[in-house]
């Protein structure tokens, strides 16, 4: 086990009423953002729940894009390797055409509204495929759908970084990273958008599917120019948005500072995680950021309200 700083600490060294009967001071590590190969990261979810014991994670949940399908696996996993298990989304969703990702931990991905319109992202995912081909095409990258998909193999959710994966398998960029940096981050000759709900509109779903909604990374790479704290407010106030991702890579440190100021001027929680890629995403390791113990406690409150105010039947978290 280990203390804040992430160093191990060893209850014999503590003196007092505070020392624990015997072994090592518990402090539980979280880590409520992660990818799975069925959708864009690169390990399948045996591995990655298997990375997870190693990087020393207490709590772990699996947050593929747009799909479910990694859940039952991962509680397989989980229970084998006595750590926790939160089934959980990232939900692809657009403001004013700038994407925005919503965490959604313990819905019911079989809640028909939110099944038909995660249904629909993924079909628009798929559909984006030859439009990037042509265009990257166009511009003399040599690439075909064909080599696309057999990298999105075993995913329902095909993203951008299947496309990347196809352009370091036939020689035309090193890694994901250039790929994105030369062809496919927004603004380049190979981003296509694709169809994605209307946040308020995602957050209801959730909610009624008895789930949790987080806004992730709201001041990551395209979601700053619109998740200001007005826009935060309101999803809260209209929507009952329950929390923010705030200690994740793309934020900066003073990012982190003014998010958690928000977060408590909303009264709302908030959340740090790794937003893991598996191979797929450098500076991402499993447990760079965490999300403490109090405010994932919040989170399991929030998701006993709301599954209590649901039809759906929702999964549970796994906590040994
Ligand atoms: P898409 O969902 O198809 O629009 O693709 C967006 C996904 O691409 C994000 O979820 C990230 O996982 C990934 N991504 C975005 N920028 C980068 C980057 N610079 N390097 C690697 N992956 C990235
Ligand atoms: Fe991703
Ligand atoms: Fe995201
Ligand atoms: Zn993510």
Redesign the pocket.
């Given at each position: 086990m280990h203390n804040c700083q992430g160093k191990p600490v060893n209850a014999d060294s503590i003196s007092g009423d505070n020392r624990p009967a015997k072994g090592l001071v518990p402090l539980v590590r979280i880590d409520l953002h992660t990818?799975s190969n069925r959708s864009?990261g690169t390990d399948p979810v045996d591995v990655l729940m298997t990375h997870a014991q190693q990087a020393g994670l207490d709590v772990i949940a699996l947050t593929d894009?747009d799909t479910a399908d990694g859940w039952v696996e991962a509680r397989g996993a989980a229970e084998e390797l006595g750590i926790g298990f939160v089934p959980g989304l990232e939900i692809?969703c657009k403001l004013n055409g700038i994407?925005v990702h919503l965490l959604s931990y313990l819905p019911d991905p079989s809640y028909p509204p939110l099944a038909k319109d995660l249904q629909v992202i993924r079909d628009g995912?798929t559909d984006r495929i030859p439009t990037i081909v042509a265009r990257l095409n166009s511009i003399g990258v040599p690439l075909t759908v064909e080599e696309v998909l057999a990298q999105a193999t075993g995913t329902p959710s095909v993203?951008?970084?299947h496309v990347?994966d196809a352009l370091v398998a036939n020689g035309t960029v090193a890694n994901?990273?250039e790929a994105?940096?030369r062809f496919l981050?927004d603004g380049r000759a190979g981003h296509v958008p694709?169809y994605a709900l209307e946040p308020g509109h995602a957050i209801d779903l959730v909610r009624e599917a008895g789930g949790v909604p987080v806004i992730a990374h709201p001041w990551g790479?395209s979601s700053h120019k619109v998740m200001t704290e007005e826009t935060l407010a309101g999803l809260v106030q209209d929507h009952g948005l329950a929390g923010i991702e705030i200690d994740h890579q793309d934020h900066s440190p003073q990012s982190r500072t003014a998010l958690r100021a928000i977060a408590e001027n909303l009264g709302i929680i908030y959340t740090g995680s790794s937003d893991h890629?598996g191979a797929?995403?450098i500076d991402h390791d499993l447990g760079v950021n965490t999300t403490q113990p109090e405010q994932f406690e919040r989170l399991l409150e929030v998701a006993k309200v709301n599954a209590a105010a649901s039809d759906a039947q929702v999964p549970e978290a796994y906590l040994p």
């Open positions: 990818h864009d894009h692809s994407s995912r993203g951008r970084p990347a994901r990273s994105f940096d981050a694709h790479r890629h797929g995403k």
